[in-house]
């Protein structure tokens, strides 16, 4: 029997740990100290492989995630035949230009690709500017006879693009050093992929190969309109939120890049008595935690706020279904998952013009921008809705085109096997 092709994605990160401390992850595996070593079933591989398997796909699909608490390699089969491992890793600097910055790294994960080399197999290497990558990719040597893919998560901003900031000059050097390096690095890769257009506008300065669209998606069979008035009725009064109350809700994790702080604070500047609700679901670190709890104490208009602790699935599902409208303020994204959930459930989308979900709004003339950093801007917006300007919603099946997994897993599924047939660059 042939043996199958191996699919290997290798993640930028470890285990959000600091996002829920002292919580048990989704798969784990307990340490003497009474905490885990695991991970948790959201990550885009993890994801993207399921449904890749799940519409047919004769791989071996694999994800490999480095991880600080690992003392050894842990390895679990999810019921969607993915295999998740964690391989121990360290933090090290790492010299991008002038000057160095940490990053993961992990012998194990680069002794583990050493048995490959005879297997049919391609590795895609998740996220953009990691420095474990420039290492990897220089150890692997020239008989490397499998392709590699890398995807692009977020805004793939280039270091020559962030020189036109305003820097102390020592770092201009350091930027023009790493943009140099980073075209090295992305030789020996076959293929890239980027969420939206601005990315891959991005990615073709320091990389000459294929670019592909791929983003992330959702489940449309799951992430569905409200079926009826009802249920969304019963839904908010089970959280005192009233019928006529406009519900504006916005997800995500708690980090400064969200502009979660600004959004609150937009929120309490509507002028008048307005019958108005922010509902702010996610977690971050304790210390951002705080942050947001403390400024809602701190406003003129605390109950228009209600900060909802992480929830997934039904549970977050409830909270798309009590919304009016969603509201994205993200200071740099790659294509919104919460943002394309609330396409799936039929819910007009208020947005920074970031992104590849923005783009696509654009370019369906639907939805509302509201500048990045405009915040004053942000509580006009809401207001105009208030007024009775609500804006129009991407219809369904356009969104369920671009986004729903199914459709997601076939243009992965090109793309790998394209890849496989034709092996590695140059080879």
């Known amino acids: 029997m042939t043996e199958r092709p191996i699919i290997v994605n290798l993640m930028p990160h470890g285990p959000a740990y600091e996002f829920a401390p002292g919580e048990r992850p989704d798969v784990a595996w307990p340490r003497p100290d009474g905490s885990w070593v695991g991970f948790w079933r959201r990550e885009w591989p993890d994801l993207l492989g399921a449904s890749v398997l799940r519409a047919g796909a004769a791989y071996d699909w694999e994800v490999w995630q480095p991880d600080l608490r690992a003392d050894h390699e842990y390895a679990a ?15 090290r600097l790492y010299r991008r230009g002038v000057r160095r910055w940490p990053g993961l790294y992990s012998e194990s994960i680069r002794r583990r690709l050493g048995t490959l080399r ?3 197999s391609l590795l895609v290497l998740h996220g953009f500017r990691v420095p474990f990558y420039g290492t990897l990719l220089g150890t692997l040597g020239p008989d490397r006879s499998w392709p590699i893919l890398l995807v692009g998560h977020g805004m793939c901003t280039v270091p020559s693009t962030e020189l036109w900031g305003l820097h102390w000059p020592l770092t201009y050097l350091d930027l023009a050093l790493e943009h140099g390096r980073l075209r090295r690095e992305l030789t020996p890769v076959d293929a890239v992929t980027a969420q939206s257009a601005y990315a891959a506008r991005e990615v073709s300065k320091v990389y000459r190969g294929p670019i592909e669209r791929l983003t992330m998606g959702c489940e449309f069979d799951f992430w569905r309109p409200v079926p009826d008035k009802d249920i969304r009725r019963s839904l908010r ?25 600004r959004l609150i604070e937009a929120v309490d500047r509507i002028r008048g008595r307005p019958d108005v609700m922010l509902v702010l679901a996610g977690h971050g670190d304790p210390r951002q935690t705080a942050a ?11 109950a228009r706020v209600l900060i909802h602790p992480f929830v997934a699935d039904e549970r977050l599902r409830e909270l798309y279904w009590i919304a009016d409208v969603y509201v994205s303020t993200s200071a740099a994204e790659g294509s919104s998952v919460a943002v394309m959930k609330a396409m799936a459930s039929g819910l007009p989308v208020v947005t920074t013009p970031v992104g590849e979900t923005w783009e ?37 099946t356009a969104a369920q085109a671009a986004y729903d997994w199914p459709h997601v897993a076939t243009r992965c599924v090109r793309l790998v096997e394209g890849l496989l047939g034709v092996g590695r660059a140059g080879g």
Do not use: C
């Open 118 to 120: 005879e297997r049919r």
């Open 292 to 302: 947001l709890a403390a400024l809602v104490g701190r406003l003129r208009h605390p």
């Open 237 to 261: 009064a089970a959280r005192g939120i009233g019928p006529s109350t406009l519900v504006l809700f916005a997800s995500g994790n708690f980090v400064p890049l969200k502009q979660f702080d």
């Open 77 to 91: 089969t999810l019921e969607t035949g993915v295999v998740h491992r964690l391989f121990p890793a360290v933090e």
């Open 360 to 396: 696509r709004m654009r370019a369906h003339g639907v939805g509302a921008v509201i500048p990045v950093r405009d915040y004053t801007g942000w509580t006009r917006a809401i207001e105009e809705i208030l007024a009775g300007a609500m804006p129009p919603a991407l219809e369904q």
